[in-house]
């Protein structure tokens, strides 16, 4: 049988941001996991001993409240917590506490640009639960490793979980919806939106429907997702395995499965039979969180302009394309540094070439925002100057920045120091140009000869010799000048 590609592809997530509170969620332990040694914020309310009572963080709920409203769910005034029960060594308690029943916050959704335009991707709810600890095992294979070590520093920290409705219809919306999630999560302020760190975890669920006949294969939940790229890639690999369910795999079953990235695949974690049953039932330590209008719309005022606004905004009060919009907002970050240089020179699309070229490039090799960088927008706007005065080329403002970026210093300093004045001097330049033709008396007959192509190779040397810093238009006039100047 052949095999079809007209399958539907159906696609929700479960996605995990762990909040910026200094505490945990239900106890006062700082929540500082990465750097601390292990096992060191913890107290008897996060190691779960027996009697130790919780107390809800109201800054866990103001987060959760302020992440609802800007994915535009509706903010319920009721919402409870749950336990969930199940066992494993990272949860001293034996149950996690979430909220099941009655969410924070429901019906929201978020719209994403699609390479077949936009479209609004549903949010089923927004609940606050808390996190577990973190298993280290003695080996990477689980089932060989001779001990397992626990650290309970991350237990408790509070996470806002997010599930959508089954609305994307591609690996790559899934990953436009993430890279758009995590933006306006960090925007708010509300998670430090890190993949490789966990900060933000996504579970994704796929399933494959035939248009024909509206058959649909088992539903498959994708774990350990921890970059945008995997996020793609494992839903692609899922994809064209449930395809197989159609040509009748015994194989493709309901199950739960991790992404390798080492191999590049998923790989069976629990099959249907293994799940658990959670018999979740109302937390009776904690009282139901009940929240009054004048709350949610005190957060509602505290709400930043989101990357979609400011796009628009972006595109509007500084006449730039769309494309330059959608990448200055694509970091809070770099939309300040955008505006920043603005406000210090009037050419905007001139700044935005910069930016999305040069320094996103410095930005990418360094895996660093624009704030954490010696680079203000005081430097780029100077050298923005420089360039429009002639003091440097182009060119040579490239490498300038690439020193700024290395050592903080003005773009003048560098410039000075390192001797990178651009030669506009017709005299000087013109020297030069008569000494490399009169060296390449070969090319210059060729050049005569009809081959106009040569001039190239005497703009080449002249720049060769004075380093890059010749005046480029004054190069080239002063070239075509000597070479059809009338042989002596
Ligand atoms: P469960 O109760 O088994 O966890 P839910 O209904 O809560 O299932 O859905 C969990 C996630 O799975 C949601 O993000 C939802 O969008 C997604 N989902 C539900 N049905 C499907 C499906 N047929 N294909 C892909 N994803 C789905
Ligand atoms: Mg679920
Ligand atoms: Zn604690």
Same mark, same amino acid.
């Given at each position: ?281 109302? !937390?009776?330590? *904690?009282?139901?969180?009940? $929240?009054? &209008?004048?709350?949610? %719309?005190?957060? @509602? =005022? ?69 704030? !954490?960088?010696? *680079?203000?927008?005081?430097? $780029?706007? &100077?050298?923005?100057? %420089?360039?429009? @005065? =002639? ?98």
């Amino acid at each position: 049988m052949k095999m079809r590609n007209d399958y539907k592809i159906v696609i929700g997530l479960e996605i995990h941001a762990q909040l910026l509170t200094k505490t945990k969620m239900f106890c006062g332990c700082s929540t500082e996991y990465s750097f601390d040694d292990p096992n060191t914020n913890v107290c008897p309310v996060c190691m779960g001993m027996p009697g130790a009572l919780p107390i809800t963080n109201e800054q866990a709920i103001r987060f959760g409240v302020k992440a609802a409203l800007a994915l535009n769910c509706r903010v319920n005034l009721y919402s409870r917590f749950d336990r969930k029960n199940y066992f494993y060594p990272d949860l001293p308690k034996g149950y996690q506490i979430s909220q099941y029943k009655y969410p924070l916050a429901e019906h929201g959704y978020l719209p994403i640009e699609t390479p077949n335009g936009e479209k609004k991707v549903r949010i089923r709810r927004l609940h606050l639960e808390e996190d577990a600890g973190k298993l280290i095992h003695q080996s990477d294979k689980i089932d060989t490793a001779e001990y397992s070590l626990v650290d309970l520093n991350r237990a408790g920290i509070p996470l806002a979980e997010i599930v959508t409705e089954p609305d994307m219809a591609s690996p790559r919306e899934a990953r436009i919806f993430m890279e758009k999630l995590r933006n306006i999560l960090r925007y708010i302020d509300v998670c430090n939106g890190n993949l490789e760190e966990g900060s933000l975890r996504c579970d994704a669920n796929i399933s494959l429907v035939d248009p024909e006949t509206g058959r649909s294969t088992p539903r498959i939940e994708v774990k350990n997702i921890n970059s945008f790229k995997f996020v793609e890639h494992a839903l692609e690999y899922e994809a064209n395995r449930l395809r197989r369910f159609f040509e009748g795999d015994k194989d493709v079953v309901r199950e739960t499965r991790g992404w390798d990235s080492k191999l590049q695949m998923t790989i069976s974690q629990r099959g249907k039979e293994e799940e658990n049953d959670y018999r979740y039932f109302p !937390e009776p330590d *904690i009282p139901p969180i009940v $929240l009054r &209008e004048e709350f949610i %719309e005190e957060i @509602k =005022g505290e709400l930043p302009e989101l990357p979609d606004a400011k796009k628009k905004r972006f595109m509007q009060m500084y006449n730039i394309p769309e494309y330059d919009a959608s990448i200055l907002v694509s970091s809070k970050e770099l939309a300040n540094f955008f505006e920043e240089c603005c406000a210090k020179y009037d050419k905007p699309k001139i700044v935005s070439n910069w930016i999305m070229t040069e320094v996103l490039r410095e930005l990418k090799e360094r895996g660093v925002e624009i704030n !954490e960088t010696k *680079i203000t927008s005081k430097h $780029l706007v &100077e050298l923005l100057k %420089e360039i429009d @005065k =002639g003091t440097i080329s182009a060119n040579t403002a490239k490498s300038v920045l690439e020193r700024a970026f290395e050592t903080g210093e003005m773009p003048n300093e560098i410039v000075e120091k390192q001797g990178l004045k651009q030669i506009s001097n017709a005299d000087e330049i013109r020297k030069i140009v008569q000494k490399v033709v009169e060296e390449n008396p070969k090319v210059v007959a060729q050049y005569r000869g009809g081959k106009t192509k040569a001039m190239a190779f005497f703009i080449g040397q002249v720049m060769k010799v004075t380093r890059g810093k010749a005046n480029p238009k004054m190069v080239n006039q002063l070239v075509k000048e000597a070479l059809e100047s009338p042989e002596e």
